[in-house]
């Protein structure tokens, strides 16, 4: 046989009531007595609505109250925090996409330095700028002449000073 269960008082987690076997009802107020003294009170009297019936179904509209605005509390901040994280979401996949954007131009852009460098590189050759020479009508010199810096005067490829 299992032992008897101890007797524990009602609190708002577990209501005492008439269908809950081993537990106490607590009433508000002072103890009511029958007529014929001290005893429990006959159903009549429970039924036409006294102060305890009364109390009792205060009491159970007061944890259903409180249950009602806990559960409202946290249905809030579920729905607060699914907003905040729809909102951050929202904003990171915004900046995906522009940080996906920039990468592409940065590249693009990437590309025309290259091209130019090698343009660059290809119109600095000696073929290159000996046929823009010509175009602009210029014409290599037939005798080298070279400037001595020293004695201000223009020595020819033949040795001769000018």
């Known amino acids: 046989m299992l032992p008897p269960s101890p007797v524990r008082p ?7 009531g008439p269908g809950r076997p081993g537990r ?5 107020g002072p103890p009511r007595h029958s007529a014929e003294g001290t005893g429990p009170r006959p159903a009549a009297q429970l039924a036409s ?15 259903r ?3 009602t605005s806990f559960v409202m509390l946290v249905l809030g901040l579920l729905g607060g925090g699914l907003v905040c994280l729809l909102v951050v979401n929202t904003t990171l996949a915004a900046n995906s996409i522009q940080i996906n954007h920039l990468e592409q131009v940065n590249g693009a852009r990437t590309q ?4 130019l460098q090698q ?10 700028i000996a046929n823009e020479a010509r175009k602009l009508g210029m014409r290599p010199q037939q005798v080298s002449a070279f400037v001595d ?11 001769q000073m000018r």
Do not use: F, K, N, Y
């Open 49 to 63: 609505g006294t102060a305890t019936a009364a109390t009792t179904s205060t009491a159970a509209r007061a944890r």
């Open 10 to 16: 009602a609190s708002p987690i577990r209501p005492a």
């Open 112 to 115: 025309r330095v290259e091209q």
């Open 119 to 128: 343009d660059v590189a290809a119109a600095q050759t000696a073929t290159v």
């Open 149 to 159: 810096l020293r004695h201000h005067s223009l020595l020819t490829g033949r040795g």
């Open 65 to 67: 109250a409180g249950r």
């Open 24 to 28: 106490t009802i607590r009433t508000v």
